[in-house]
């Protein structure tokens, strides 16, 4: 049986309540699902163990944090031996402005989401860390007007 199947409508309400805001109480969670305490306590441990809730985190402004400046970056690169990309991967995702990064089929190889302080702060990650890695053959900013919906 996979995961999916093993929701029914009280676990994707849950589901729903918790991603909404993942710090509500078990008491108040149960209330909202229509539950007493101790099942709601297990649907949720239950969703835990199977891996459906991956884990639990805070949800940071960008902006008073001092990132608002996003950009996602597609990335295309000129090797595919498995020990450069691994390396390439590897280094990218080390990265503290690197948000997101994604490996996709076909063109560009990557996404990549870059989240800095400034216009400036951007450049100098783009052309000292970004396009100084030997794989790198192409990169095209695009950046972010204005974020539309993000559930994170």
């Known amino acids: 049986m996979s995961n999916k199947e093993m929701l029914d409508g009280i676990d994707r309400e849950i589901l729903f309540h918790l991603r909404r805001d993942g710090r509500l109480t078990n008491v108040e969670l149960a ?23 991956a884990g639990y985190r805070a ?7 001092g990132r608002g400046f996003e950009v996602v970056v597609a990335v295309e690169i000129g090797v595919n031996d498995l020990q450069t990309v691994e390396e390439f991967e590897s280094t990218v ?10 490996r996709l089929f076909g063109r560009p190889d990557y996404f990549v989401s870059v989240a800095v302080e400034d216009h400036a702060a951007y450049e100098s990650f783009l052309t000292a860390r970004l396009m100084a890695l030997p794989a790198v053959t192409r990169v095209d900013s695009h950046l972010t007007m204005k974020i539309i919906k993000n559930d994170g």
């Open 93 to 102: 995702a080390s990265y503290e402005e690197v948000v997101e990064f994604r």
């Open 59 to 65: 949800r940071i402004d960008p902006a008073a944090a």
């Open 31 to 53: 209330k909202r699902v229509g539950l007493t305490p101790p099942p709601c306590l297990r649907r949720v441990k239950r969703l835990e163990e199977a891996g459906i809730i």
